[in-house]
Every structure is written in C-alpha cells, then in structure tokens.
C-alpha cells in the first residue's frame, strides 16, 4: 500500500506520522502559538527529528463554529510558509489541509504534495477535478455541513454505515476522474457526537473493506478530554491511547501535534 509524493513512493504497510503544523490564530489548541517564522521552523524540525513522514499545514481552522477565513487570506498564510518550510526543509513531504481548490492548486506548485480536504470535495466543486489534473494524493474526511454548521447535523440512524455509503459514492467519484492515491479520514469531531466518535472508532476495522489507507486525526481532540473531564492541554496520553487502539484497527497514519508520542506508538504496536 504506497502513495506517489513527489515522485517518492510512500509505503504505507508501515504506519507513518503526519505532524499538525497550523499556523490559524484559531486553533482548538495552538491557535496563534506559531505565529512566526522562526516558531513554525522550530517546530517542523522538531517533528522531522522525531520521526515524522508528512507536515500538514493548515491555514484555516476547521474546528466548529469556526470562524470564516477569505481565500486571499488563507492563501496569505499559507504559501509563505511553505516556502519558508521547504526552504529549510527541502525533503519534507508537506501536506495542504484546505477545502478550496484554488488553494490546493497554489499549494501543490509551490512544493507541496499532498492535498488533505475535510469535506472530500463537497465544498469546492472543483476540488476533485484539481486534484486529478495535479495527480497527487488526496485525503477525503468525513463530515457534514460546514464548520459552522456540522455539530447541528450529527444525526444518523447507523453512522458507520452512512459513512461507509459515503466513502463508496465519493472513492467511486474520486476514481472515474483518474484519481489514483486516495485516503481516507472518518472525521472525528466533524459532525458527530462523542457517542458517535466513540462507535466509529470501535468499528474502524470495517472502513478496511474499502481497500485504502486510513488517516486517523484523534489528537488532542474533545471526544478525548470532555470524556476525561480535562482540556485540550492533557489530552496527550488519552491521544496516544486511542492512536493505539485505531492502530490495531488498522490505520494507517497518524495525524498527531505530538509526533514523538506518535512514533513511539507505532513502534511498540509493531512489536505484537
């Protein structure tokens, strides 16, 4: 199971780790704490020593009720740092976490490789059409809605059924337009509760009968700390604890703020 990044095939039989570089002044968690130039290099070398395979730069905060961002600003944001990121860091496999096309595209021809949409093309019409014409891999999430709008449609009558209808439908789409390297990513937190959240992990091997890899974004996450009663802050054991158990389920990579913890996870679970 590989991904083509840059000419460079990825093998994903082997879990790998995406570290979460959001340079948002919105953030659930590190909003505005990567501010600067010199903040965001720290921390992209950080992850890079330990152990991480993808950077996932996010230029919009997509947590609920977010608050909405202009394509001119996200585009502001995020193509001066990738440049600035691949210019200290010229091997790194960087990801673009965005809905829009138009910033897809500018992130992929200025160094980019990855294209990572929460709304798997519901969003942007043009979305999966940019991707099949840059030919790199696209990551589709599950969610409904918008960020302003999702927490109001966590309705289902069987969610991983639903989202498995989902999937199909959009894999199906994704493939007739010559899309080759798919991910999937179930969304926890977008448009769901903690029951569902909860439910969709317990049954995450299921989303393997799609015959793709799966990207779990769990970090730090709410369905960890409301569950615990704490915050964002110490969140960090509960992240690794369910990282762990969605390895065993097969995922395939790890979306995480905390690479280090990531790393180790994955090497203890390849151990058994």
């Known amino acids: 199971m590989t991904i083509n990044c840059r000419?460079?095939?990825?093998?994903?039989?082997?879990?790998?780790?995406?570290?979460?570089?959001?340079?948002?002044?919105?953030?659930?968690?590190?909003?505005?704490?990567y501010s600067d130039?010199?903040?965001?290099?720290?921390?992209?070398?950080?992850?890079?020593?330990?152990?991480?395979?993808?950077?996932d730069i996010g230029a919009y905060s997509s947590k609920p009720?977010?608050?909405?961002?202009?394509e001119e600003e996200e585009l502001k944001r995020l193509i001066a740092i990738i440049k600035l990121v691949l210019k200290h860091f010229p091997e790194i496999l960087i990801s673009v976490d965005t809905f829009r096309s138009s910033v897809a595209r500018a992130g992929i021809e200025n160094?980019?490789?990855?294209?990572?949409?929460?709304?798997?093309?519901?969003?942007?019409?043009?979305?999966?059409?940019?991707?099949?014409?840059?030919?790199?891999?696209?990551?589709?999430m599950h969610m409904k809605g918008t960020s302003q709008t999702m927490q109001s449609l966590a309705l289902y009558e069987n969610i991983t059924k639903?989202?498995?209808?989902?999937?199909?439908?959009?894999?199906?789409?994704?493939?007739?337009?010559g899309i080759n390297d798919l991910i999937i990513d179930p969304g926890f937190g977008f448009a769901k509760t903690?029951?569902?959240?909860?439910?969709?992990?317990?049954?995450?091997?299921?989303?393997?009968?799609?015959e793709l890899p799966i990207l779990i974004g769990v970090s730090r996450k709410s369905m960890i700390y409301k569950t615990l009663d704490t915050t964002a802050e110490f969140a960090l054991n509960g992240t690794s604890v369910l990282n762990t158990i969605a390895l065993q389920k097969g995922a395939n990579i790890l979306r995480v703020h905390d690479v280090k913890e990531a790393v180790e996870t994955i090497k203890l679970i390849s151990q058994l």
Do not use: R, W
């Open 7 to 33: 000419s460079q095939l990825v093998d994903l039989t082997v879990p790998k780790v995406m570290g979460i570089v959001n340079i948002t002044p919105n953030s659930f968690f590190d909003g505005a704490k």
């Open 37 to 55: 130039n010199t903040s965001i290099l720290n921390l992209v070398e950080k992850m890079c020593v330990e152990g991480a395979t993808f950077i």
């Open 65 to 70: 009720s977010a608050e909405f961002v202009s």
């Open 111 to 140: 160094g980019a490789c990855i294209i990572n949409d929460i709304s798997a093309g519901s969003l942007d019409e043009c979305m999966m059409q940019t991707v099949a014409q840059l030919q790199v891999p696209y990551v589709m």
């Open 162 to 177: 639903e989202m498995l209808f989902y999937f199909s439908q959009k894999v199906a789409q994704a493939k007739s337009i």
């Open 194 to 210: 903690l029951h569902h959240n909860f439910e969709v992990m317990n049954n995450l091997e299921l989303f393997k009968m799609l």
